[in-house]
């Protein structure tokens, strides 16, 4: 077995560690809806990039049916933006704020290059890493966005 497909092993038994423990129960309905929305998004991204030759995915779970990396785009990056979205403290300041962002941006960022430098789960083409992080930023923010408003409509309904 490559490194690879350790690492991909590592990050999807890591990540169903995460779920149970991170994801409160009472919040599983926002969970599930901001997970489906994330993979919704990252995976139609990730085709793109794929189909534009911005990146390549040379190691992956379903080399005939995708080039795009099913673990990152379907189980890991969605994670991350549902875990993002729960625990935004969007009642604390800008600054506590920031950094929030700047945290998980530094994350990713680390994750992103790790796996670009020494692996081939992710080759950058005609695209690079702070391009990358820009996008994911604005994917977590959006999707943040999204559930605030769709659970804020519910509850104006039931009010």
Same mark, same amino acid.
């Given at each position: 077995?490559?490194?690879?497909?350790?690492?991909?092993?590592? &990050?999807?038994? &890591?990540?169903?560690?995460?779920?149970? @423990?991170?994801?409160?129960?009472?919040?599983?309905?926002?969970? &599930?809806?901001?997970?489906?929305?994330?993979?919704?998004?990252?995976?139609?991204?990730?085709? *793109?990039?794929?189909?534009?030759?911005?990146?390549?995915?040379?190691?992956?779970?379903?080399? @005939?049916?995708?080039?795009?990396?099913?673990?990152?785009?379907?189980?890991?990056?969605?994670?991350?933006?549902?875990?993002?979205?729960?625990?935004?403290?969007?009642?604390?300041?800008?600054?506590?704020?920031?950094?929030?962002?700047?945290?998980?941006?530094?994350?990713?960022?680390?994750?992103?290059?790790?796996?670009?430098?020494?692996?081939?789960?992710?080759?950058?083409?005609?695209?690079?890493?702070?391009?990358?992080?820009? *996008? *994911?930023?604005?994917?977590?923010?959006?999707?943040?966005?999204?559930?605030?408003?769709?659970?804020?409509?519910?509850?104006?309904?039931?009010?």
């Amino acid at each position: 077995m490559t490194m690879e497909r350790v690492i991909l092993i590592i &990050v999807w038994i &890591v990540c169903l560690i995460i779920i149970p @423990i991170k994801i409160p129960k009472h919040r599983t309905r926002e969970a &599930v809806l901001i997970f489906l929305f994330t993979q919704m998004i990252t995976w139609i991204m990730s085709l *793109l990039l794929v189909e534009w030759q911005a990146i390549e995915n040379p190691v992956r779970e379903f080399p @005939i049916a995708s080039g795009s990396n099913f673990t990152n785009n379907y189980l890991f990056f969605p994670l991350v933006s549902t875990l993002f979205a729960l625990y935004y403290p969007s009642q604390n300041s800008g600054v506590i704020r920031f950094f929030y962002h700047l945290r998980v941006v530094i994350f990713l960022a680390i994750y992103l290059m790790l796996i670009s430098s020494y692996t081939e789960i992710l080759r950058y083409v005609h695209f690079n890493i702070v391009l990358h992080i820009v *996008l *994911l930023w604005l994917v977590l923010n959006a999707v943040r966005r999204y559930a605030e408003w769709f659970f804020q409509r519910k509850i104006q309904k039931e009010g």
